[in-house]
């Protein structure tokens, strides 16, 4: 094991006035660090559809996308799925996969699609794909479930 590697792979490679920018106060860290430049390109019942360049402050030492932000944007843009249903809640998230099938680098831009596929009285899924957007290649894809009851014994 090589510490300074790993000291080096966690070094932040954003400023945090470069991640916050003009963000309102009260705003945390984590969401504009992960979801700031996602630009909504379409929302209609039951579907979201989303695009984002790939930063520096995303990506590994390497220059790829790093996995745990491809995991938290399923995670937010999968919520923001049930707000497109017309649901009141995002609900809380009971398990979140992600099957990652090809690497993002920086500078390239990634089309994110939320799909939802059910919405119970307790429980809903949505499914999130991540393609290239220049060539519609399949990046990685997300299934997310979360507890949709508004009033919970949990």
């Known amino acids: 094991m090589d510490p300074e590697a790993v ?5 932040p490679t954003a400023s945090a006035e470069e991640i916050m920018g003009s963000n309102p106060v009260g705003l945390s860290f ?3 660090f992960v979801i700031s430049g996602a630009n909504i390109e379409s929302a209609e019942h039951g579907r979201l559809l989303c695009s984002f ?3 520096p402050r995303h990506a590994s030492p390497a220059g790829y996308l790093r996995s745990g932000v491809t995991a938290s944007l399923a995670d937010q843009l999968g919520s923001a ?7 009141h809640t995002s609900g809380v998230s009971v398990e979140i ?6 690497v993002a680098t920086v500078g390239e831009e990634i089309e994110v699609e939320g799909k939802l596929l059910r919405a ?11 393609r290239k957007k220049k060539t519609g290649k399949l990046m990685a894809q997300a ?3 979360k507890y949709l009851a508004v009033s919970s014994r949990l």
């Open 7 to 11: 000291r080096r792979s966690l070094e």
């Open 97 to 102: 996969s992600v099957s990652f099938v090809d």
């Open 81 to 87: 799925v049930f707000f497109c249903s017309g649901l």
């Open 30 to 32: 984590y969401d504009p």
């Open 53 to 55: 360049v790939v930063a």
């Open 120 to 130: 119970g009285k307790s429980v809903g899924v949505v499914s999130v794909d991540f």
């Open 143 to 145: 299934r997310h479930t």
